[in-house]
């Protein structure tokens, strides 16, 4: 992600799979159109030895999307050095990771460095020596390292900090957070569009998330709006619904103009689910309750409160509830499997597709529409 926490790259975690089935893989994934669908998204991948990355890899793959991530210790050979100069005249970023000391490869233009502990001191110097690169800070565990790693000059930013925000961000604003549940009952009861605009006119901030929404270029609307009830009815009742889950995660606090980290972690759990409920031919009540559950499934993390105790206003019907606080039934285990979803491999179950009647084909078109989706949200909000 960037400092506004948009979605930039997807790592790919491959564990110790030979570079020969990394690439062909990576080719799968081209098949099942992950960069087409993925604009503007690039893939990172480790390369512990590029000399056994195939010479023709710009046939393969487009490389302009790729980046390379190399240990430092392995660009000291010249013929790594040659075929990292090849793989960057090709379009591929070369990104220099496991640095232990200040001295680097010369060719080198940016760092992946891990920030699980602390920001390692020895790499400042390269920064400032290497200014203007995006430089990625990996690994980093809450949101106290991220705004470390921000102000360090990193520019790229990944790990856990979203699962782990701030303690002040508990409840931050109860006003608009009751708004915004009080907006979701009516949508949820159908009530008329009176009754949803008293509420948007008394929220500034919301009322400009709405006529934003409407114009945006996701709904490429060439009318006007010139009115509240305009832009529901522009909008629809159901994307509405699904927009406002959505806002619950963008109000609860200031973040220098960008998002809430636990947005797009949401925005993917509930379009994962979304699209696994469809493949298994849910039905459009289905597939908004799977939605539902993806979206509310980091309310406890929103919130800093038991999930069960957030839930509560909000009349959800059991089987969302089984699925989100037991992860019971069909919903349950679509749950379990899209939390494992873009955790390290070591976490993941592959049973549970099996289980679910869905092929590897099914599983990876999901998460590649998944995170399309994400990424128009981040484009959008």
């Avoid at 487009?62 to 050979?77: K, N, Y």
């Amino acid at each position: 992600m960037n400092s506004k926490q948009q979605l930039l790259a997807l790592q790919a975690d491959f564990g110790a799979l030979p570079v020969s089935e990394v690439i062909g893989i990576l080719q799968f994934l081209q098949e099942k159109e992950i960069f087409a669908k993925l604009t503007g998204i690039s893939v990172l991948i480790g390369v512990p030895d590029p000399v056994l990355v195939p010479a023709d890899i710009d046939t393969r793959l487009p490389l302009a999307r790729v980046l390379f991530s190399v240990p430092s210790r392995s660009t000291d050979d010249k013929d790594t050095q040659s075929r990292l100069k090849y793989f960057s005249s090709h379009g591929a970023r070369v990104v220099i990771d496991d640095i232990e000391t200040n001295a680097i490869w010369e060719g080198a233009k940016e760092i992946s460095v891990d920030c699980s502990k602390d920001i390692p001191a020895h790499v400042k110097p390269l920064m400032i020596r290497l200014h203007g690169g995006n430089h990625i800070a990996q690994n980093l565990p809450n949101s106290a390292l991220l705004a470390q790693a921000d102000e360090a000059g990193f520019k790229w930013f990944s790990g856990d900090y979203a699962f782990n925000p701030p303690v002040h961000n508990k409840a931050a604003d109860a006003t608009a957070r009751t708004r915004l549940l009080k907006l979701l009952g009516l949508v949820a009861r159908d009530a008329e569009s009176r009754e949803l605009e008293e509420l948007f006119k008394q929220d500034a901030t919301l009322s400009f998330m709405l006529f934003k929404l409407v114009s945006s270029a996701a709904f490429a609307q060439t009318v006007r709006v010139s009115s509240f009830g305009q832009a529901i009815n522009l909008l629809g009742r159901r994307q509405l619904q699904r927009w406002l889950q959505l806002l619950l995660y963008a109000r609860q606090q200031d973040h220098h103009g960008g998002l809430n980290p636990l947005m797009p972690r949401a925005a993917f759990r509930a379009s994962l689910m979304e699209a696994i409920c469809l493949k298994r031919g849910g039905s459009k009540d289905e597939l908004d309750c799977a939605f539902m559950v993806g979206m509310f499934s980091l309310l406890d993390k929103l919130f800093g409160n038991p999930l069960i105790e957030v839930l509560q206003p909000l009349n959800l019907n059991s089987e969302v509830l089984s699925a989100l606080l037991q992860k019971i039934g069909a919903l349950g285990k679509s749950l379990d499997l899209v939390e494992k979803a873009d955790r390290p491999y070591k976490d993941f179950t592959p049973g549970l597709i099996e289980e679910l009647g869905l092929s590897a084909d099914d599983y990876y078109e999901c998460v590649i529409t998944a995170y399309a989706w994400v990424n128009q949200v981040c484009q959008d909000m």
